[in-house]
Nanobody, 123 residues
Framework: QVQLKESGGGSVQSGGSLRLSCTASGFTHRRYSMAWFRQAPGKDREGVAAMDSDGRINYADFVKGRFTVSQDNAKTTLYLQMNNLAPEDTAMYYC?????????????????WGQGTQVTVSS
């Protein structure tokens, strides 16, 4: 069974940086896409960035130039480097994985989710 575990969240001031990690286990093959989503209170869960099994990366427009996705060589850990954070980035950040993701930013495309890690940015 696929399990995802996020870490690295915390509280920072505006302009600060955080690096989130998502450690995955239980993959039965390597054709999974992995993604980061976030959900702020009262808002829908939205896609932040994703990497498919071929290493192609997509970013939401609101994080381009600030956030960077990467993966370790074993493809078991997905990272999200977040720079120049702003208060509007405050949210619970979730890691997701899916075997047949056609549209990366649609949350229903993903079969597996982590529990989330909280990111809070103060002004």
């Amino acid at each position: 069974q696929v399990q995802l575990k996020e870490s690295g969240g915390g509280s920072v001031q505006s302009g600060g940086s955080l690096r989130l990690s998502c450690t995955a286990s239980g993959f039965t093959h390597r054709r999974y896409s992995m993604a980061w989503f976030r959900q702020a209170p009262g808002k829908d869960r939205e896609g932040v960035a994703a990497m498919d099994s071929d290493g192609r990366i997509n970013y939401a427009d609101f994080v381009k130039g600030r956030f960077t996705v990467s993966q370790d060589n074993a493809k078991t850990t997905l990272y999200l480097q977040m720079n120049n954070l702003a208060p509007e980035d405050t949210a619970m950040y979730y890691c997701a994985a899916g075997a047949y993701v056609a549209v990366w930013e649609i949350k229903n495309e993903y079969n597996y989710w982590g529990q989330g890690t909280q990111v809070t940015v103060s002004s």
